[in-house]
């Protein structure tokens, strides 16, 4: 079992950047493939990024293709997601998630984090 905790979350005018971290727990970290997804007011969770479990495969969403960046350092147990160029409508809960195959799908994941909020001001 893998707990998961994000931050870096916050307020961002349009055209910045963020980095959000999710720190995982447990010593199998390694044996996870991560993902990210979000869920804005109203709208479903969706699919934002996801990283094979030795981050040598990396899939992204159309919505944020060029603009954002996963990544991980499994000495850390932690998973990165670099956002860049920031568009009011990534305004949303932003989560991270463990898996044991690498998929966008949201019934694939098996543990979550609490999510951290990312406001994107016009």
């Known amino acids: 079992q893998v707990q998961l905790v994000e931050s870096g979350g916050g307020l961002v005018q349009a055209g910045g950047s963020l980095r959000l971290s999710c720190a995982a727990s447990?010593?199998?970290?390694?044996?996870?493939?991560m993902g990210w997804f979000r869920q804005a007011p109203g709208k479903e969770r969706e699919f934002v990024a996801a990283?094979?479990?030795?981050?040598?495969?990396?899939y992204y969403a159309d919505s944020v293709k060029g603009r954002f960046t996963i990544s991980r350092d499994n000495a850390k147990n932690t998973v990165y997601l670099q956002m860049n160029s920031l568009k009011p409508e990534d305004t949303a809960v932003y989560y991270c998630?463990?898996?044991?195959?690498?998929?966008?799908?949201?019934?694939?994941?098996?543990?979550w984090g609490q999510g951290t909020q990312v406001t994107v001001s016009s």
């Open positions: 998630a463990a898996s044991y195959a690498t998929g966008r799908g949201i019934y694939e994941y098996d543990y």
């Open positions: 447990g010593r199998t970290f390694s044996s996870y493939a």
């Open positions: 990283i094979s479990w030795s981050g040598g495969s990396t």
